[in-house]
């Protein structure tokens, strides 16, 4: 039963690959499109103070909702398919953005902006010089959360024909009556999608220490 229940994985690889790619190109636009929402989000969140609670608390209580759920409730304005899933998983993908994003920029210290200032920069560019560059390993840290935690999601969106390899789960699921059909079907998409997280986490995390290691390089000079 263990080897047959692998049949699928290895009989399958040309599928499961296309679905994958499909999968991590779906993941990669959403983080694309929250990073849109989320940059100018959490610039205005650092910026000003009393707007940091009520967003982040927002952003939090939206993504407790079901995703199931939040699927199902936009269907009658945008239907089926892609726009659906990506709209839902950009919602939730603001809570890890954001927070990163304010927690960056708060991060810097205030004397090195005030010496920034002191050579006198202007805001924007103690912004673009000195302070973003010193948030940006905070921010890509929560790129990186998004990321694995968009590609867990997206498993969902095969619910509303959004493809990927939620697929394989829910049509292996759908022909449980018959294991030796769905249990090979349901295994490999599991292990697909396990190998897509975890390989993206260290490509990002790879990013994280060369975004230091420029830093580094930057300061030194």
Do not use: C, K
């Amino acid at each position: 039963m263990e080897n047959l229940s692998l049949d699928y994985l290895f009989d399958h690889p040309r599928e499961i690959f296309d679905l994958a790619i499909e999968h991590l190109v779906l993941s990669l636009t959403v983080i694309v499109l929250g990073l849109v929402i989320a940059l100018p989000l959490g610039v205005l969140a650092a910026r000003f103070r009393r707007l940091t609670l009520p967003l982040l608390s927002f952003l939090g209580a939206l993504y407790t909702v079901p995703s199931l759920a939040f699927l199902a409730v936009l269907i009658p304005s945008l239907g089926l398919g892609r726009d659906n899933a990506i709209v839902v998983l950009v919602a939730y993908a603001q809570i890890f953005l954001v927070r990163n994003v304010v927690a960056g920029l708060r991060g810097v210290d205030a004397a090195t902006l005030e010496a920034a200032r002191g050579l006198g920069m202007t805001p924007w560019q103690v912004f673009r010089r000195v302070r973003w560059p010193l948030a940006l390993p905070i921010v890509m840290a929560g790129i990186r959360t998004a990321l694995v935690t968009t590609i867990s999601l997206a498993t969902m969106a095969a619910a509303v024909d959004g493809g990927g390899l939620g697929e394989l789960l829910f049509i292996g699921l759908s022909r449980m009556s018959a294991p030796q059909v769905g249990l090979p079907m349901v295994l490999a998409g599991a292990i697909a999608i396990t190998a897509l997280a975890i390989l993206s986490d260290l490509v990002l995390r790879v990013a994280e220490r060369q975004t230091a290691v420029a830093r580094a390089l930057r300061a030194a000079r």
